[in-house]
């Protein structure tokens, strides 16, 4: 059974690849490493159909052009001027700093308790890439002794970002920053002037406060409670025969029904074992974003999502549920 | 320039209550790109189709479906979704205050400012008292239909509500295994400590710069101009090498002679 369980994993970790593959230096010694993200989407994903309950895809169309256009059609453009584009080619994103597009070169490391939270953006995990976990090893445990975080900048996916490396229980993670010039001040915002309140206001507020004073946070409160109401309605729906399309028994449709949901906890446990390295190799070439596949996509949050598509301008992406996100992240020009 | 605020809100904060207005305390910088066709560098614009006929279902006939592991599907209408939807409200409650670390910054997501909404005297006593207690507090919301949860807490002296990322959405390292292998070189470790030690610094984000934003923007308007295509140049590959120690000592080395 083990045996089985290893297979499916090796399948799995195919599908999901690293954010980034590269190294980390720190002075004249370099630690492979693949980035995958440390945040998932909800298990929840709701698929577009038709009213018949077939599936949907999301298609792109150019303006006389009833046909839909392919992938490699399709190119990232930049509105220099109102209505005038330039197209932007993924390999010429790379070449503006190949260097940052494979290496995190941690040249400062900083106080762990100096980091702000509201600067962090995302995190990701390391995992060792390569021979030998010993470098890896080597600056998880010397970054937790010195209670210290490293601090570089590297570009990712024709972004640069800054991050912070830190050690946790012996796994290393990379908080990617928000630039200074990404948080506004209260200055910016123009919040009025902090005054000194009235003691006697200050004295009422500090009660209620020491009335809602607790020991622990309820994770109940963190729950997703509105997937678990959709996942509630559909089954109540399953049971009951009400709007249910039973599974089609065409293969193509058998093949886009199938959960292809990638554990990436089983990812991240196995690339933490060291395992799979020469069957998966480093998955794409520093920086570049061949492709955005299933598994990536899925292991994402829809705030991402969102992100990404409000960055590739994607139409109509208020509007999108997670599930149309990925699809139209999926055909996004490469 | 003042921001402009995105949502105006009274905070509940046991019997006592704060008027305030919510601004995103991030600057959006991103470069935006459109999708064009190579074809004629044109936009392009998305559709749902049915990949089988090639059809195009327009949005208002499109539904959401939820898929069964054995492929069945139950399709939700719109209207089942939104009677899902969290009942629209002004108030953002105080669940709770706790110790700092109670709150996992894993789970921060987005930050907002608080600013007062009309008198600031309330919106004042009520940082002041935060401030004091040096507590954070557990705010829930509903904003734009969507429920939040939030920590509360100052940044440079005023309130801030960080929200949160539900549980299921990040990977606790507590749940993985470090990389395993045989005992670290004590030696080693202290040629770490000491190369950590002399790479040392105050953090001060100021320093660093986005200047890869800035020369995709130059590249692009010098193509707009007409430009040549940008030359590709290959990064130069340098070798890990497996000898740590060697490179640890050679770092010292570097770094001792740069000061």
Not at chain 1, 264 to 287: D, N, Q, T, W, Y
Not at chain 1, 311 to 319: H, W
Not at chain 2, 85 to 100: N, T
Not at chain 2, 152 to 174: N, Q
Request: charged content about 30%; aromatic content about 6%.
């Amino acid at each position: 059974m083990a045996k089985k369980t290893v297979q499916e994993s090796t399948e799995e970790s195919e599908i999901l690849k690293p954010f980034w593959s590269g190294v980390v230096t720190f002075g004249l010694v370099s630690v492979p490493v693949s980035l995958f993200p440390a945040t998932r989407g909800t298990t929840l994903r709701l698929r577009m159909v038709d009213a018949e309950g077939n599936f949907l895809k999301r298609r792109f169309f150019g303006e006389d052009d009833s046909n839909a256009l392919e992938a490699e059609d399709l190119v990232r453009g930049y509105e220099f001027e109102k209505d005038r584009f330039v197209p932007v080619e993924d390999d010429e994103l790379d070449a503006l700093d190949p260097e940052k597009s494979r290496e995190i070169d941690l040249a400062q490391f900083v106080d762990l308790h100096a980091l702000s939270p509201l600067y962090f953006e995302r995190a990701y995990f390391l995992v060792p890439d390569g021979g030998t976990t010993k470098a890896y090893r080597l600056l998880a445990e010397t970054l937790a002794q010195e209670e210290r975080a490293g601090i570089a900048t590297f570009v990712m996916r024709g972004k640069e970002y800054l991050c912070a490396i830190i050690a946790e229980r012996g796994i290393l993670r990379a908080e990617t920053l928000r630039f200074a010039d990404e948080v506004r001040s209260p200055e910016a915002i123009g919040l009025p002037k902090r005054v000194s309140a009235d003691s006697e206001t200050v004295a009422q507020f500090a009660k209620a406060i020491k009335a809602l004073q607790a020991k622990t946070l309820d994770r109940a409160e963190l729950e997703d409670q509105r997937s678990a109401r959709i996942v509630k309605l559909a089954e109540k729906k399953l049971r009951s025969g009400t709007d249910v399309v039973a599974a089609s028994a065409d293969a193509g449709e058998v093949e886009e029904s199938s959960t292809n949901v990638v554990d990436l906890m089983e990812v991240l446990r196995e690339r933490l074992r060291g395992k799979l390295r020469e069957r998966v190799g480093p998955a794409r070439s520093p920086g570049k974003r061949t492709s955005v596949r299933v598994g990536q996509l899925e292991s994402t949050t829809k705030a991402e999502l969102y992100e990404m598509a409000q960055s590739l301008n994607v139409a109509g992406r208020s509007a999108m549920s997670k599930a149309e996100l990925i699809d139209a992240l999926e055909h996004q020009p490469r | 320039m003042a921001a402009r605020a995105m949502w105006k809100a009274v905070i509940q904060c046991g019997s006592l209550q704060v008027p305030v207005k919510l601004y995103s305390a991030i600057e959006d910088r991103n470069i935006h790109f459109r999708i064009l066709s190579r074809k004629d560098k044109r936009p392009v614009h998305g559709a749902m189709v049915n990949p089988e006929t090639g059809e195009i279902v327009p949005h208002a006939e499109a539904r959401r479906a939820y898929v069964a592991d054995n492929g069945d599907r139950a399709i939700l209408e719109t209207s089942e979704l939104a009677a899902l939807d969290p009942e629209p409200s002004r108030d953002i409650d105080i669940i709770a205050f706790l110790l700092a670390e109670q709150i996992d910054h894993r789970w921060y997501d987005r930050p907002y400012y608080l600013g007062p909404d009309g008198d600031s005297a309330a919106y004042f006593a009520f940082a002041e008292a935060i401030e004091k207690s040096s507590l954070e507090g557990l705010a829930r919301w509903v904003m734009r239909g969507k429920r939040y949860m939030g920590a509360l807490r100052l940044h440079e002296g005023y309130p801030v509500l960080m929200s949160l990322k539900h549980t299921d959405e990040v990977v606790a390292a507590e749940n993985l295994k470090a990389p395993g292998g045989a005992a670290l070189n004590p030696k080693e470790l202290d040629m770490a400590r000491q190369l950590l030690g002399m790479l040392a610094a105050e953090l001060d984000l100021s320093d660093f710069h986005d200047e890869y934003r800035e020369r995709v923007l130059k590249t692009v308007e010098a193509k707009a101009k007409g430009g040549p295509r940008l030359k590709l140049v290959k990064a130069s590959k340098k070798k890990p090498s497996d000898d740590l120690g060697g490179a640890l000592q050679a770092s010292l080395k570097a770094v001792r002679k740069r000061a």
